[in-house]
């Protein structure tokens, strides 16, 4: 069994009891000192998804399909299932996810209680909108059958809960209809931020899906240089291309970081002028997931782990906001090979604490060098807390309990649903005063 860590590598991997809930045999421990907390894939990237001293409820067990309707698009599983076992099971059936985020490597219960997103946030909103009903196991024992008309309150609160609400032993979700497994595909470049800002709009009027990778290091004139990434899935066709998956591994974790400030421009450089512009068709793997096919890439930042960073910044100061945030990145010469930026629809939340908001969000992943990144960070938070925007809990290791309970005023409301026996490292740390 492996170690239970999160996926930044950043914090010691779990040490305390660890619980596996199975629907065949009892589903909760009584709790313990330091509370429980759901653990489904660890592909939470900092500490949302670790207890110390508290136990770990490993959803692996609770991974079976319950119903599959194939005319209406409708799936019930339980909340231990992944994205790609069921991508697996639907996509030759002629359904696909209606929102998916960057992997498929994480399960049904891990998307709900993140409320991930994707590329179709403009057009789709974001998991939780298509979540139809769930059922909650709380601490008493309880099971509660949630959805926007049942239970609605506790329904939102679980959407983007964190897993703070109880355990979800199974959802029903809202697939959408394709046609196969192939995206069409525009792929534009462009020079610098300006010209994204009018690309992406453009883009956003006629594909569902669409994304920018960046280069984090470029500057002055080309400062935001980029790809943009404009999808739909493909249309029927009598012939399609032979795609099959090829997985490579990151065998061992170096000493240090095999992402510095050489190879990073290297490689942003060389992807840049290299991309083939044009409409293509493409398997929908390496568009929607391009890091699933390096396994355990998370190694390549080396034994100190990664932190990545993202936030999003709302439609009044996200130009000029991005164009500081990129402006400090490039200075610092830190930065990652995958640095995504799109932007999110005015479609409201679904969940109390979700993340998405109307704005443009931006990832990017750092080597973790100690007190240079924080000191980084720190400058970043400055400009997110002028914008008035937010940091993903899903994806955050470091941030204040005042950033934190900023940008999710409704954090205390969230309190009232939450369930007194679940907690995790990223609560406590965002929600007890500040030394």
């Given at each position: 069994?492996?170690?239970?860590?999160?996926?930044?590598?950043?914090?010691?991997?779990?040490?305390?009891?660890?619980?596996?809930?199975?629907?065949?045999?009892?589903?909760?421990?009584?709790?313990?000192?330091?509370?429980?907390?759901?653990?489904?894939?660890?592909?939470?990237?900092?500490?949302?998804?670790?207890?110390?001293?508290?136990?770990?409820?490993?959803?692996?067990?609770l991974n079976r399909f319950i119903a599959f309707n194939r005319s209406t698009g409708i799936l019930r599983c339980e909340a231990g299932?992944?994205?790609?076992?069921?991508?697996?099971?639907?996509?030759?059936?002629?359904?696909?996810?209606?929102?998916?985020?960057?992997?498929?490597?994480?399960?049904?219960?891990?998307?709900?209680?993140?409320?991930?997103?994707?590329?179709?946030?403009?057009?789709?909103?974001?998991?939780?909108?298509?979540?139809?009903?769930?059922?909650?196991?709380?601490?008493?024992?309880?099971?509660?059958?949630?959805?926007?008309?049942?239970?609605?309150?506790?329904?939102?609160?679980?959407?983007?809960?964190?897993?703070?609400?109880?355990?979800?032993?199974?959802?029903?979700?809202?697939?959408?209809?394709?046609?196969?497994?192939?995206?069409?595909?525009?792929?534009?470049?462009?020079?610098?931020?300006?010209?994204?800002?009018?690309?992406?709009?453009?883009?956003?009027?006629?594909?569902?899906?669409?994304?920018?990778?960046?280069?984090?290091?470029?500057?002055?004139?080309?400062?935001?240089?980029?790809?943009?990434?404009?999808?739909?899935?493909?249309?029927?066709?009598?012939?399609?291309?032979?795609?099959?998956?090829?997985?490579?591994?990151?065998?061992?974790?170096?000493?240090?970081?095999?992402?510095?400030?050489?190879?990073?421009?290297?490689?942003?450089?060389?992807?840049?002028?290299?991309?083939?512009?044009?409409?293509?068709?493409?398997?929908?793997?390496?568009?929607?997931?391009?890091?699933?096919?390096?396994s355990h890439w998370n190694r390549i930042y080396g034994r100190a782990g990664f932190y990545q960073y993202q936030c999003v910044l709302?439609?009044?100061?996200?130009?000029?906001?991005?164009?500081?945030?990129?402006?400090?990145?490039?200075?610092?010469?830190?930065?990652?090979?995958?640095?995504?930026?799109?932007?999110?629809?005015?479609?409201?939340?679904?969940?109390?604490?979700?993340?998405?908001?109307?704005?443009?969000?931006?990832?990017?992943?750092?080597?973790?060098?100690?007190?240079?990144?924080?000191?980084?960070?720190?400058?970043?938070?400055?400009?997110?807390?002028?914008?008035?925007?937010?940091?993903?809990?899903?994806?955050?290791?470091?941030?204040?309990?005042?950033?934190?309970?900023?940008?999710?005023?409704?954090?205390?409301?969230?309190?009232?649903?939450?369930?007194?026996?679940?907690?995790?490292?990223?609560?406590?740390?965002?929600?007890?005063?500040?030394?």
């Amino acid at each position: 069994m492996n170690a239970l860590q999160s996926w930044g590598r950043l914090f010691p991997a779990h040490s305390g009891p660890v619980w596996r809930p199975d629907e065949r045999s009892s589903l909760l421990p009584h709790p313990e000192i330091g509370g429980l907390l759901p653990y489904g894939q660890g592909r939470s990237y900092g500490d949302v998804c670790l207890n110390t001293g508290g136990t770990l409820l490993h959803t692996a067990g609770l991974n079976r399909f319950i119903a599959f309707n194939r005319s209406t698009g409708i799936l019930r599983c339980e909340a231990g299932i992944t994205l790609r076992e069921i991508l697996a099971l639907t996509v030759p059936q002629g359904w696909f996810l209606a929102v998916t985020p960057g992997t498929r490597d994480v399960t049904v219960g891990g998307a709900i209680a993140n409320d991930v997103h994707g590329k179709n946030h403009h057009s789709a909103g974001s998991f939780g909108h298509h979540v139809l009903q769930m059922e909650l196991l709380r601490s008493t024992d309880e099971r509660l059958l949630l959805s926007p008309q049942q239970q609605p309150e506790l329904f939102a609160a679980t959407v983007g809960g964190l897993g703070l609400t109880g355990l979800i032993v199974w959802a029903e979700v809202q697939l959408v209809p394709v046609h196969n497994a192939f995206m069409t595909v525009e792929t534009t470049r462009f020079a610098n931020l300006d010209e994204f800002w009018l690309l992406n709009t453009q883009a956003e009027r006629l594909w569902p899906y669409t994304v920018a990778w960046i280069d984090c290091l470029a500057k002055g004139a080309h400062q935001g240089r980029g790809i943009l990434m404009a999808g739909r899935h493909a249309a029927a066709q009598d012939e399609l291309p032979v795609w099959k998956e090829q997985i490579k591994t990151i065998p061992v974790t170096p000493r240090i970081s095999l992402v510095n400030n050489l190879s990073l421009r290297a490689f942003n450089t060389l992807y840049w002028h290299r991309a083939h512009e044009g409409v293509s068709l493409s398997h929908y793997v390496p568009y929607f997931y391009p890091l699933d096919g390096i396994s355990h890439w998370n190694r390549i930042y080396g034994r100190a782990g990664f932190y990545q960073y993202q936030c999003v910044l709302p439609p009044e100061a996200m130009q000029a906001g991005m164009a500081e945030l990129l402006t400090r990145i490039a200075r610092s010469g830190e930065g990652s090979f995958l640095a995504v930026l799109k932007t999110f629809g005015q479609r409201p939340s679904a969940g109390l604490l979700s993340f998405p908001r109307p704005g443009a969000t931006l990832a990017l992943d750092f080597p973790n060098r100690g007190a240079s990144s924080l000191k980084l960070f720190r400058e970043l938070d400055a400009v997110v807390q002028h914008a008035q925007g937010a940091i993903y809990p899903a994806k955050d290791a470091r941030m204040s309990a005042t950033m934190f309970q900023q940008a999710f005023p409704q954090w205390e409301q969230f309190r009232r649903w939450a369930d007194p026996a679940f907690s995790s490292d990223f609560w406590k740390r965002v929600t007890q005063p500040e030394k």
